[in-house]
């Protein structure tokens, strides 16, 4: 196996090479620049009978993991809106300022706001249709994302904070029964009528359990379920749906798989 982790411009030609001679491939993500090239990579996988998986390590994440098994089970009911974010200040510190350049990075709309759109596709599903509003270099972004049973759902990023801010990223869940807030690193659940109390786990992180998944799926030879390529190409998408929203001054665009 091969871990890409170059530059996303160079994500699809290193990918498929390596596909092509006949090693299994985790690569940082987004997938691609963008969903053509996306799409070809998957297709290589596919036709060189090997792995392919996008790191997308918020699957990966105890924090997001327990917040997708409360979705999934019911267990505070349904969600009436969610908030998330990531942010941070500008990546000066990139070889040449690739992240700088929106033909090679994708601004902070491909690097880092299709994290939030990965995990808002992996707890709901695929949104009806998605609006946005995107600054000039794309290094600031708000997004909305429409479903049909009418629960709000918004993401913001935004790369370019001044100051010493650092990095930061988190999620305020509404749901029928509780109130979930992960924020400076703590999850608190905040049950409706009883006592708040904060999530904890073992301390490793996603970086980490999206490589040791990867490995040992492909020791037993199973497929990556917990993050299938096919997913990264759709959340791929759907941010393509939100720059060309953000090009029609915020409406709402559908989203096509």
Request: aromatic share 10%.
């Amino acid at each position: 196996m091969v871990d890409i982790t170059l530059p996303t411009f160079l994500h699809d030609s290193y990918t498929i090479r390596s596909l092509n001679k006949g090693l299994h491939v985790l690569c940082e993500k987004p997938i691609a620049l963008d969903s053509g090239s996306g799409a070809a990579m998957v297709e290589a996988a596919a036709a060189a009978g090997k792995t392919l998986m996008i790191g997308h390590c918020l699957r990966f994440w105890p924090e997001y993991e327990y917040l997708k098994s409360v979705v999934d089970s019911g267990e505070y009911g349904g969600v009436r809106s969610a908030v998330f974010h990531r942010v941070g200040n500008e990546p000066g510190w990139s070889h040449q300022n690739w992240m700088l350049q929106v033909d090679k990075s994708g601004g902070a709309l491909v690097d880092l706001h299709i994290h939030d759109v990965d995990m808002i596709n992996w707890l709901f599903g695929k949104p009806e249709a998605v609006s946005a509003l995107c600054s000039e270099r794309y290094d600031i972004v708000s997004a909305h994302f429409r479903y049909p049973d009418g629960k709000i759902i918004h993401a913001e990023s935004d790369l370019s904070l001044p100051g010493e801010t650092g990095f930061s990223m988190g999620y305020r869940i509404h749901m029928d029964k509780a109130t979930l807030m992960f924020q400076n690193g703590k999850l608190t659940v905040y049950p409706a009528g009883g006592k708040a109390w904060v999530y904890e786990h073992a301390g490793d992180l996603g970086y980490y359990r999206e490589m040791k998944y990867f490995a040992e799926q492909l020791m037993k030879a199973e497929a990556v379920t917990a993050s299938p390529p096919e997913a990264s190409l759709l959340a791929l998408k759907i941010v393509e749906a939100e720059r060309q929203s953000s090009g029609q001054g915020g409406q709402f665009v559908p989203v096509v798989e």
